[in-house]
């Protein structure tokens, strides 16, 4: 069997799992659902008034939707980091190094399983935002974009999840390191208010870290809006952290397999 081969058949153990249990996917969009309801119904009308003086009188379930959708990417690569750490401590992976097969295919598969689950919970999460009154202006041509970011940033956070996973000792360890990716950088991010309101000193690092540059083009392809240098940023920071991850989780899961 090939590398690729493998790689599929773990991705098909992987998407039995969730087959099995859909409460997996449900938990995984709780919370970015959560965070939807909470800001637009709760806080809404406090922040509105600085969303539309800083970003052009937008309805503020608008420009709150596209922050949800990197959030909930996140929440499922998180979800990834505790299933890849529960094979490892359950003794699966010992199972499979007894086989002849390659050893990343394992990852690999609970990788591409984990972007096909973020690709379904964010049109999940789309459809709710419509039902709270979200209304993107996107084209044909921009929602494919939005769809290739999507896919492109599911596997740049997913495999630094699945490195910081690998890294942790338990199961729990495995939930709590990733947070960093589903909740510090996206509250630190325009996820929630435009860059101008944020304080000077966080401002100086939301403007440069990964999710600002990824949530202000895909607010930008969603509802319209220039675009400018964010685009290509967004594009350079899924690549690059597409490889440092891949790189990184292999480096630790042949260490530790």
């Known amino acids: 069997m090939t590398a690729m081969t493998q790689s599929a058949t773990m991705l098909r153990r992987h998407l039995r799992h969730l087959v099995r249990y859909p409460s997996l996917i449900i938990a995984t969009i709780a919370v970015p659902v959560v965070m939807l309801l909470l800001f637009s119904y709760i806080f809404g009308n406090t922040i509105s008034a600085g969303v539309s003086g800083s970003a052009g009188h937008l309805d503020y379930i608008d420009y709150l939707v596209p922050g949800i959708l990197l959030m909930t990417i996140a929440s499922g690569a998180l979800q990834t980091a505790v299933q890849i750490r529960s094979d490892m401590n359950e003794g699966i992976v010992d199972r499979f190094r007894t086989m002849p097969i390659s050893r990343t295919s394992v990852v690999t598969g609970h990788v591409f399983g984990s972007v096909i689950q973020n690709v379904v919970t964010v049109v999940l999460l789309v459809g709710v935002g419509l039902a709270l009154g979200f209304r993107p202006t996107a084209g044909l041509v921009e929602w494919l974009a939005v769809a290739g970011l999507t ?16 890294l942790a000792k338990t199961v729990e360890g495995a939930s709590n390191t990733p947070m960093v990716l589903s909740f510090f950088l996206p ?31 895909l607010r930008g392809l969603l509802i319209g809006g220039p675009i400018g240098h964010y685009g290509w940023l967004a594009v350079g920071w899924g690549v690059v952290l597409t490889g440092l991850g891949y790189l990184w989780s292999k480096k630790l899961f042949s260490r530790r397999a």
């Open 187 to 217: 509250f630190v991010s325009t996820t929630f208010i435009p860059l101008a309101s944020l304080p000077a000193g966080i401002r100086g690092f939301a403007e440069y870290q990964p999710y600002t540059p990824i949530i202000e083009t």
């Open 151 to 166: 896919v492109l940033v599911s596997f740049a956070i997913t495999w630094l999840a699945v490195a910081l996973g690998l």
